[in-house]
C-alpha cells in the first residue's frame, strides 16, 4: 500500500536475491556456501576481552560520548603505520576516514561522485554490495571482462573508449565473488590504460591480507603512489571482526573531507566503543601473527574445497583455485542455469550463491560462488560430494 | 582539485557550520553551549561493564560475527514491549529496525522516500541534521512555523494545500532547536489538518523520555494508533549512550522492509556488539530508574540555565523554557545577528549555535540555540554571565 511513496532507486535496488537465499539456509540441516562469513573461530576473542575491560578503565565515559566524524586517531594512525610500512605508501592521518564498515564506504563515495546516470565500470563478475549501494545513487554501470590474471585489457581500452566512465570500481586481490588476483604485469596495464583517463578509481580490498602463500608478493595498488584520484578501502571485517562494523577510505585530503561532510549526514559517525576496543587490540597484539593463523585456517578450507571439487565434479565444470580470499567461482557448462542447480542442490541440503546477482542485466547465468571460509574441512568436503549430485543430473 | 568529479548533492550539502563551531569550541578555556552531547557522568558505566563481560562469556563468537540487517531480535523486542507498555501502542518485531543511531535513520528514509524534488515539511526552525541528510536526496523543504504549544495551524494549512508535501518531519516532544513541546490539543489539531493528506509523517523523538516534570503526562504521537502512515525514530543516545550509535525506526513493516533493503546497501547492519551490549543492559537494568536520574541532572541545568538568563539578559531578548530535553532557544531583538553575536562571544570564551543552519535559505537571523546538559550548573552560569556582555554591546 506505500508502493506510490517509495523513491525510484529504491524500486531498483536489487536485494532480496541473497538475503532469501541465507533465510533458505538457516535451516541447520544444510551446508551453506553462499555467505561470506569469517570463521568465527578465527575472532580474538580472549584479547578482545581484555581490550575492553581495558578501555573502559582507561578512558571512561569517553568510550560512551559521541565524537568525531572522521574517526579515532589513534586507529586512523594504526591504519596509516600499516599502509606506510606495509605497502610503501606515503600517509597521513588527513588521508584516513573510518567508515561503518566497507559497505558504508561505498555508501558514502556513492554521495559523494555519483549524480544519476553517471557510467561506472564494474568488474564482469563484480561485487554484489557496490551494485546495491551505487544502484540508489543511480549509477549506469559498464562491466570489464575479468580474465585468469585480472582485467581483460582489450574489453577494459574499448569501455573506456566507449563510454568514458567517471569512477571504476576494482577489487584487485581475491575479488569477490571470483577469488581471482590481478597480476603485477595486469595491474601495470590497467594503470597504462585508464592513467590519462578522467576518471576516479576505487580498490576494494577487504581480503588482501588473507594472501595463503607467503612467498607470494604483496602487490602494490593500480598506480599505487602515482595517481591522487585512487580511493583505496579497507576493512577490519576479515581480519580481526566483522560484528564491530568498522572499514576505512584511504584517499587525497579533500576526497576524505566531502566523504566526511556525507559521512556526518549519515550517520554522524561509527561507534566509538568499536573504534576504542579495536585500537587498544591492533596496538597491544601482534596483528600479523593473528592474521598468519586465519590464513593457515582458510588456506586449509579452500584446498579442502579445492581437493573435494576435483575429486567430485566433472571436467567439463571449472572453478577458480584462489591464492587467498574466502571465494571460489565455478562455471557450469554454457547453458546450464546456476539458479535451477541451486534448487536441485537446496534439496539435497546444500546451498551456494547463483551468479545472477553479480552481473549487471543477465539472468540465468552458468556460474555461481562458493565460500569455503566459513565450514570446516569435513563440512567442506560433505558439501562438495552433496552438490556433485544434482551437478551429475544436469 | 576534485571538484568536477563530486555529485550536485554532495556540494549543495550544508555542512561545516556547526562542525567548524565545535571545532573553535575545542578551546578549553570556553564554555560551550553549541554542542548537544549528554553529560557523560549519565552514562551507566559500571552497568555497561558488567554487561560487556557478561555477553563476551555467555554469547562468545556472536558478539563479533557479521548479523542480520534488522537487528538483535532481543533488543528490538525490548522496544516493542517498552513502546506497547508506556505508548499503548500494538507493535510487533515487523514494525522495528535498528539503525545506526537517528541519524541513520533519516539517511535510510531519505533513501526510500525521496525522489528529487518532493516536497518535505518540517518545522520553522527545524533539526540541522534531517536538513544535511535530506539535502542528499535532492529534497524540497517548506518550513512550516512553530509557535509556542506546537505548529502554527494556519500556516501548516496553507503550507499543505500550496505545497502538498509528500513528507513531513516533526519533533513533537522538546525539539531541536528550540525545546518545544506540542501540546496535546495542538496534537490533535495537526492529525486533523493532516489526516486525508497524501503524505507520511515523521515523528523523531530523541527527547521525549527526558521529560522534567514528572507530573506532565506522556503525550500520544500525533495520529498515534490511528495512522499507518506514521514513522516514528526513536534513539538510545540521549537516554544510554550515544557512542553506541544505536537508534530504531518504528512503522508499517511494508515500510520497514524497504528500510531494510536501504540499509543493507548502506551499512549491511549496525555493530551487533553495541546491539547485544545495550538489549543485555536494558534487560539486566530499571530504564526508567535510570532515565530517572538524567531527567533530574538536566532539570536542574536547564534551571540553571533560565534563572541565569532570566537575571542577567536583558527584557528583550527572549527564550525558551524547556520542560524537557536538551536545548532552549534565544530569540535576539529584531535585527541583531546571532552569527555576529558569536563573533562577539566567542572573545568572552562563550560559544552557543546561531539560529542560521536551523532555516532553509534565511541566514542572519536573530535566533541561537543554547544546550545545558554538557556542563555543570556553575559552568552553566558563568557561561551566561560571559554570553550576557556582548549581548549588552548590541
Known sequence: MFEKYFSKRIKCTP???????????????????AGG?????????????????RIADKFGAKIYQ??????LDSLREYIVQ???KLRGMDLTLDNVIITTG?????????KVFINEGDKVMVEKPSYLGLLQAFCLYDADFVQTDLVEDGLDIDC???TLKDHKPKLAYLIPNFQNPTGLTYSKENRKEVFEAIKDEDMILIQDDPYGELRFYDEDEILPYIGQNQSSKNIYLGSFSKIVTPGMRLGYVIADKEIIKMIETAK?????HSNIFGQYLISDYLWNNDLDKHISKIKKLYKTQA????????????????????????FSWVTLPKGVSAVKLFDKAIKKNVAFVPGDPFYVGINNVNTLRLNYTNADCDTIKEGIKRLSEPLKEI
Chains 1, 2 share one sequence.
Do not use: C
Not at 559521541?66 to 574517526?71: D, E, K, V
Open 82 to 84: 600499516r599502509y606506510n
Open 37 to 53: 562469513l569469517p570463521n568465527p573461530i578465527s575472532f580474538p576473542q580472549e584479547e578482545l576481552k581484555i581490550s575492553m575491560n
Open 303 to 326: 584446498e579442502a574445497m579445492i581437493g573435494a571439487m576435483e575429486e567430485n565434479f566433472a571436467k567439463n565444470i571449472k572453478f577458480t583455485r584462489p591464492k587467498g580470499g574466502m
Open 102 to 110: 566497507s559497505q558504508q564506504a561505498l555508501d558514502l563515495i556513492g
Open 15 to 33: 536485494s532480496s536475491f541473497i538475503r532469501e537465499i541465507l533465510k533458505v539456509t538457516q535451516n541447520p540441516q544444510i551446508i551453506s556456501f
Open 264 to 268: 556526518q549526514a549519515s550517520d554522524l
Open 66 to 71: 559521541y565524537s568525531t566524524t572522521a574517526g
Open 156 to 158: 577494459l581500452k574499448k
